[in-house]
T-cell receptor, first 114, second 111 residues
Framework: AQSVTQLDSQVPVFEEAPVELRCNYS??????LFWYVQYPNQGLQLLLK??????LVKGINGFEAEFNKSQTSFHLRKPSVHISDTAEYFC????????????FGKGTKLSVKP | NAGVTQTPKFRILKIGQSMTLQCTQD?????MYWYRQDPGMGLKLIYY???????DKGEVPNGYNVSRSTTEDFPLRLELAAPSQTSVYFC??????????FGPGTRLTVT
């Protein structure tokens, strides 16, 4: 079985500062990894995904994440955040042999202040 | 494409009442999912379906039922609503690749 730990429940940051949202996972098999974003009162939108290949993946809105197999991590980064990045971010994992079922972390609320 | 649509957006139920949350997708995806989201807990899988006529339980299925008679529709049924079912419910669908596409959610309150 897989599990996902998002190490910070809330991250406050000032506009134009860099940010890193941390995600660690646990699995006995190879996995796919995802980051989703949820804006207030909306559904989830895919930011980026790691399926295979390059461990550095780029997503929408200037976000990127790096897959580190030895540390079982998939941290999300952005070099300069905007007010509009204020949202909740979810890390998720699915194993390669499943029905595509996602296991989600508990989420990190990113709050960007002017 | 409208993507994944859910109705209603909001609903208040009394304890013991029943209701069906509707989910429709127009992307011809075989896989569909129901999640519930509680504050600070992330999303938990209730039920999923790999195609019309095939459904299976997820992590938290108790108190819910589903059916999948068509590729497009995947309704979620609450038979005897309880306060513990107060939550935001999300439907999602997936093509052959691994990313899921989410609907806007239904906010349910049981009092």
């Amino acid at each position: 079985a897989q599990s996902v730990t998002q190490l910070d429940s809330q991250v406050p940051v000032f506009e134009e500062a860099p940010v890193e949202l941390r995600c660690n996972y646990s699995s006995s098999v190879s996995v796919y990894l995802f980051w989703y974003v949820q804006y207030p009162n909306q559904g989830l939108q895919l930011l980026l995904k790691y399926l295979s290949g390059s461990t550095l993946v780029k997503g929408i809105n200037g976000f990127e994440a790096e897959f580190n197999k030895s540390q079982t991590s998939f941290h999300l980064r952005k070099p300069s955040v905007h007010i509009s990045d204020t949202a909740e971010y979810f890390c998720a994992v699915s194993d390669m042999g499943s029905q595509g079922n996602l296991i989600f972390g508990k989420g990190t609320k990113l709050s960007v202040k002017p | 494409n409208a993507g994944v649509t859910q109705t209603p957006k909001f609903r208040i139920l009394k304890i013991g009442q029943s209701m069906t949350l509707q989910c429709t997708q127009d992307m011809n995806h075989n896989y569909m999912y129901w999640y519930r989201q509680d504050p600070g807990m992330g999303l938990k899988l209730i039920y999923y379906s790999v195609g019309a006529g095939i459904t299976d339980k997820g992590e938290v299925p108790n108190g819910y039922n589903v059916s999948r008679s068509t590729t497009e529709d995947f309704p979620l049924r609450l038979e005897l609503a309880a306060p513990s079912q107060t939550s935001v419910y999300f439907c999602a669908s997936r093509p052959g690749t691994n990313e899921q596409y989410f609907g806007p959610g239904t906010r349910l309150t049981v009092t």
